[in-house]
């Protein structure tokens, strides 16, 4: 079985992103913090193609560019969106994710996203 990874501390955006994701009939598994999704991408399901992240997580010390950088140690290459209501700064490490979305997220974005997510996943 085949899983998205979305990470974001508002349960408003995670709710969206997941019911967007839906007509993939692929499996999204929600964390809402930083260290939350750490002990998914360790420890959870080993069919994790793809990962949705907020950048600013506010909580548990980690963000999202962090959760990314782990989760391509254990998986190499994993596809990797960026979601944040802020430009990132000059210099900002765009070779770390694959895909930037800005707030307010808008759906269909999310959809071409993640269709291209999927895509370089191996599941398309």
Known sequence: MSYILVVDNELD????VIETLREFRITCIPAYDGLS???????????IVGVFTDLDLSKGGING???IVFARV????????????????????????DFYIEK?????TV??????MLRLGGVF
Do not use: N, W
Not at 104 to 108: K, N, V
Not at 111 to 116: F, L, P, S, Y
């Open 37 to 47: 999704a750490l002990d998914i991408i360790q420890e959870g399901p080993k069919g």
């Open 65 to 67: 560019l962090e959760v």
């Open 13 to 16: 955006q995670v709710s969206a």
């Open 104 to 108: 307010p997220t808008d759906l269909e």
């Open 111 to 116: 959809r071409e996203t993640a269709r291209e």
């Open 74 to 97: 254990r998986k190499p290459g994993l596809p990797a969106a960026l979601v944040t209501a802020q430009r990132p700064p000059d210099g900002f490490p765009s070779t770390e994710y």
